[in-house]
């Protein structure tokens, strides 16, 4: 069914059936990528996931957002709704329609059974929710069977949020901010101009300023399709309608074929500035915590943009906030991204990038697991890393999750952005204590982590055929460490105590935990997201209060 809800339309279906959320996938062409549940109450839900007391006050609150939970074992819940991770996103009812359903979904269906039902976003995967019943008819045709309409209009696309509680601070981490939370201000420091913020390219939010206070959208979703586009564009003249502001200067990214960048050139209202995209990340973590002295950032996601015109990702800054410049002060070590943007989405092409960059140019005593799918790809990778054709330099942090994942045959292809790095994460051995080495070494003008001999380290145990899941704990340990003792370098030389950090690598949970915890041992205080999302939802609140910056 396509049911109507409070800031768009949902596609709903029977949780506990594999054929029913098998076909879902199959119309909505949203093939791996997780999809959330509704139940009719808290009691179903602590039938089906094991809810922590925090994490139940969030899913009861007036903001009903979707909570990642873990599932209980004997939950009638099917394997199709998120393969790459034991949580499921779980909600509550938020409309008396949404209550009706599922009263009669199970009590008078099912009684005495809890009962689940998908509740997914109603689109087709990339594009923007449907928003009124004429609409909805024509674009969710082709997926929905039935449909539940009313007359109540909604003004505005709104998602659902998406949340964890933090294991160690039981506070709210954002996956995805939206209904419930926007557009609740985030309160600055100190009053300022009133700036926009044009976001990212995915999971793109805007932000205006105004005052002491930050006013982001919500999640408006990947800018690679015309609808989203326009969505884009009516989130902003939305914005600056409700809170009745003219921005006095816009900020973009510096990647000059981004949507957001475009439309920031288009607009004739006030200066436009660019700031580089990590930079971007750092001083949204600053304004969230309203830190006003100089600080150490690690930024650790997919990519972005450099200064230098390669692919950053894994990245520490040098960020003051009451100044416009920021510092390169060190990064992961740089390796060659054999097809580009494909090698985003293809793992085990960063895989043989990291393979050859160690010396490894052929298999040794044991075929790499791509060789049976791919092995025509993989012919014309020497040629493209020799020559260094379309294989752009990058220092991402994701690329690496990507290649060890490649490399212990987790994930050789994704369905969807940071699926190799969720999986990766899900398979490892908690007993394992071991920390692979991971050194941060002299680079010139800055300080280099290894993350190649990092890479050495899971190749050697690979071929010796140690389990993935210890591999995969031995990796993440000891990225966390090398990542904590260059903060420590750094941080010592630089005379600050604070370490920033933010980045989709954040929404990673082992990360999330150990590394606060390391920095924590070596005497330093992170700084972390509590308001926004540390993936690329926040960059546009970063932008905003540093264009406040250039404009003072």
Not at 74 to 93: F, Q
Not at 184 to 194: E, I, K, M, R, W
Not at 200 to 207: G, H, V
Not at 324 to 329: C, D, I, K, V, Y
Request: proline share 7%.
């Amino acid at each position: 069914m396509a049911v109507k809800g409070l800031g768009g339309f949902h596609l709903i279906c029977a949780a506990d059936d594999d054929s029913a959320v098998a076909e879902l996938r199959r119309r909505k062409h949203r093939w791996e990528k997780p999809l959330a549940v509704m139940v009719s109450d808290l009691a179903a839900a602590l039938e089906l996931t094991r809810i922590t007391p925090a994490e139940q006050e969030l899913l009861i609150s007036v903001h009903r957002p979707i909570v990642l939970l873990r599932a209980r074992d004997s939950a009638p819940l099917s394997r199709h709704l998120a393969p790459d991770t034991d949580r499921i996103g779980l909600m509550l009812p938020y409309t008396p329609l949404h209550h009706v359903l599922l009263f009669h979904y199970q009590n008078l269906l099912t009684p005495g059974r809890s009962r689940a039902v998908v509740a997914t976003s109603g689109n087709l995967s990339s594009e923007p929710i449907a928003l009124g019943n004429r609409e909805a008819l024509a674009r969710l045709g082709g997926i929905a069977d039935l449909f539940v309409l009313h007359n109540r209009d909604i003004l505005i696309r709104c998602d659902d949020s998406v949340a964890r509680i933090h294991p160690a601070t039981n506070k709210t981490e954002f996956f995805r901010r939206a209904r419930g939370f926007t557009p609740s201000p985030v309160f600055l420091a100190c009053p300022g101009p009133c700036v926009l913020g044009l976001g990212p390219e995915l999971k793109a939010t805007i932000c205006l300023t105004k005052d002491d206070q930050a006013f982001v959208s919500q999640h408006l979703g990947d800018l690679e399709n015309l609808e989203t586009f326009q969505f884009y564009q009516e989130s902003i003249a939305h914005l600056r309608a409700i809170l009745q502001v003219r921005p006095e200067a816009a900020v973009c990214d510096l990647h000059p074929d981004y949507m957001s960048t475009a439309y920031g050139q288009e607009q004739s209202e006030g200066p436009l500035f660019q700031l580089q995209h990590h930079a971007a990340h750092i001083h949204a973590v600053l304004a969230e915590n309203r830190y006003e002295r100089p600080v150490l950032g690690l930024a650790l996601d997919g990519a972005g943009l450099g200064q230098d015109r390669t692919v950053w990702g894994g990245e520490a800054l040098f960020v003051r906030p009451d100044r416009p410049e920021f510092q390169r002060l060190g990064h992961l070590a740089p390796v060659l991204q054999p097809g580009g943007e494909l090698a985003a989405r293809q793992p085990w092409r960063m895989a043989r990038s990291y393979l050859w960059s160690i010396g490894q140019k052929s298999p040794a005593s044991r075929p790499w697991p791509w060789l049976a799918e791919h092995a025509q790809a993989d012919a014309q990778i020497p040629v493209m890393l020799e020559r260094r054709i379309n294989s752009p330099l990058t220092t991402s942090c994701g690329r690496l999750f990507d290649a060890v994942a490649g490399l212990l045959d987790v994930k050789l292809v994704m369905a969807y952005e940071g699926q190799a790095a969720i999986a990766l994460e899900r398979i490892q051995d908690l007993g394992e204590d071991r920390a692979y080495a991971c050194p941060p070494q002299s680079g010139g003008e800055t300080l280099v982590l290894d993350t190649l001999e990092l890479f050495r380290q899971v190749h050697e145990d690979w071929l010796r055929g140690e389990s993935p899941a210890r591999i995969s704990r031995r990796f993440h340990l000891g990225l966390v460490a090398g990542l904590a003792e260059m903060a420590a370098a750094l941080a010592a030389k630089n005379r600050v105590g604070h370490v920033a950090l933010s980045g989709g690598v954040m929404h990673n949970q082992t990360v999330s935990l150990e590394l606060p915890r390391a920095l924590t041992q070596r005497g330093l205080v992170p700084l972390m997201h509590t308001l926004l999302p540390p993936g690329d939802a926040c960059i546009s609140l970063g932008q905003a209060v540093w264009g406040r910056l250039m404009l003072e």
